[in-house]
């Protein structure tokens, strides 16, 4: 595709239940990075991929938080026993390769916790 | 711990007028610099990026930047600033592992005709 995408655009979920939030990449991107924002904040690192392996996982907040990847492709946060404080807009971001190379954007995934 | 500091909240400024935005960051070596706008509904997009050479570098719609090591900073700017500039700005550093990006909390302008 043309950019990143992300499904779906907007989650409202109850408190206790878990939730999948999706990232598509650009083709051929090999790093792909999940990030938070939370509401007046900047974005917060969570998660790295470097092809289907993530070598660094240092911004998980807590073990209800986890991701996978795979054919080095599309990824997948999952958020388990959701609290309120994981209400945010969740972004994902591909680039060429790590380090320096410019990331792109997707628009994001805004999840609500009641 | 590497940090990115936006000591300004918010700032309106007058469509024509010139902007700055400020930026700072803490890093010992020479940091891999960004400045991404987010417009509402939108995602991020990269405006410029700062890695070694020339310390005033330009970029998309008319913003350029400038790194000062002696003061720490990256600081945005444009000579003229328009309606369509109203958003979200963000500083950026890219951490010592090289894995990811460290952002400032941001900085929204507003734009008064």
């Known amino acids: 595709g043309a950019g990143v995408s992300q499904s779906p655009s907007n989650k409202v979920t109850e408190k206790g239940k878990d939730v999948e939030l999706r990232c598509d990449p650009i083709?051929?991107?090999?790093?792909l990075y999940w990030y938070r924002q939370r509401l007046g904040q900047g974005l917060e690192f969570l998660i790295y991929?470097?092809?289907?392996?993530?070598?660094?996982k240092s911004g998980l907040p807590s073990d209800r938080f986890s991701a996978e990847r795979t054919g080095e492709s599309v990824s997948t946060l999952t958020i388990q026993r959701t609290q309120q404080e994981d209400s945010a807009v969740y972004l994902c971001?591909?680039?060429?390769?790590?380090?320096?190379?410019?990331?792109?954007f997707g628009p994001g995934t805004r999840l609500t916790v009641l | 711990a590497q940090s990115v500091t936006q000591p300004d909240i918010h700032i309106t400024v007058s469509e024509g007028a010139s902007l700055e935005l400020r930026c700072n960051y803490s890093y010992g070596a020479t940091p891999y610099l960004f400045w991404y706008v987010q417009s509402p509904g939108q995602g991020l997009q990269l405006l410029l990026k700062y890695f070694s050479g020339d310390t005033l570098v330009q970029g998309i719609k008319g913003f350029e930047a400038e790194f000062k090591r002696s003061q720490s900073s990256f600081n945005l700017r444009k000579p003229s600033v328009h309606w369509s500039d109203a958003a979200e700005y963000f500083c950026?550093?890219?951490?010592?592992?090289?894995?990811?990006?460290?952002f400032g909390k941001g900085t929204t302008l507003s734009v008064s005709s």
């Open positions: 971001a591909s680039s060429r390769l790590a380090g320096s190379n410019e990331q792109f």
């Open positions: 991929f470097q092809g289907n392996s993530a070598p660094d």
């Open positions: 083709s051929g991107h090999t790093a």
């Open positions: 950026a550093s890219l951490n010592q592992a090289g894995t990811a990006l460290i």
